[in-house]
């Protein structure tokens, strides 16, 4: 069975506002119904999982059942105390839908809350390609020359462009693989972690790249939120909205 799950755990911070950013509006719907909706409707997606803070459940269920997004299909989920965490708590809770025991074909593809604008072709190209690989995820070539920095104010070093790419999310994995991996974490590692990637490297295990969409950004501050306004007006004023 196909998974996706969506991390909305966060409260926001740096956006200073009232409610976590996953509950602010683009163009009129709030950014988790925008993710959401293009989850639940993927042929690929047999049951989407929202990880989100204890706290704003309640608020959550409201404000999804107000744009018509009712339970079905969705379970909504404590996260952890963590980005890795609340996607421990995804699998561990698609794992009990699986009655405890899930199969090696058993996926989940895992994605920010915060990117709303992820497309259906993204969708379906993490979950045809994982078929390759131990797991994937989604990334698109910088466009930029990087410096690294070590010490965070003295170059040292500048990598070659072509092999240097952005990472976007979705990720997408096999339950029962990454409970392997996870249970032979330290706590020590398990902190250390943001994202699966970084567990399968470290296990010697093949990672994929899914082509990732420039449209694919995070909304994490004010700016973004404003660049997405303005994309789906100018879309909307094009005929394409």
Not at 214 to 229: G, H, S, V
């Amino acid at each position: 069975m196909n998974f996706a799950g969506i991390l909305a755990g966060g409260i926001g911070s740096r956006m200073e506002r009232d409610v976590p950013k996953q509950f602010l509006d683009i163009a009129g719907i709030p950014i988790v119904v925008r993710t959401l909706r293009t989850f639940l409707a993927s042929p690929r997606v047999g049951r989407v999982v929202l990880a989100m803070n204890p706290q704003w459940m309640d608020y959550c269920r409201d404000l999804l059942a107000k744009n018509g997004i009712t339970p079905g299909s969705l379970d909504i989920i404590s996260g952890g105390e963590s980005r890795f965490l609340s996607m421990a708590n995804i699998v561990d809770h698609c794992i009990g839908l699986r009655g405890n025991a899930p199969g090696e074909d058993d996926l989940v593809c895992i994605h920010d809350c915060a990117r709303p604008f992820v497309t259906p072709r993204i969708i379906d190209d993490n979950f045809t390609m994982v078929a390759d690989f131990d797991m994937v995820t989604t990334s698109l070539p910088t466009i930029d020359t990087v410096i690294i920095a070590e010490d965070g104010r003295t170059e040292t070093s500048v990598p070659v462009r072509s092999t240097v790419f952005c990472d976007q999310g979705p990720q997408t994995f096999r339950l029962r693989e990454f409970k392997r991996l996870q249970a032979a974490l330290t706590p020590e590692e398990t902190a250390a972690l943001i994202e699966a990637g970084k567990m399968y490297l470290a296990a010697g295990k093949r990672v994929g790249i899914v082509k990732g969409d420039r449209m694919n950004f995070k909304i994490t501050t004010e700016f973004d939120l404003t660049l997405a306004e303005c994309l789906l007006k100018g879309n909307a004023g094009s005929g394409n909205g």
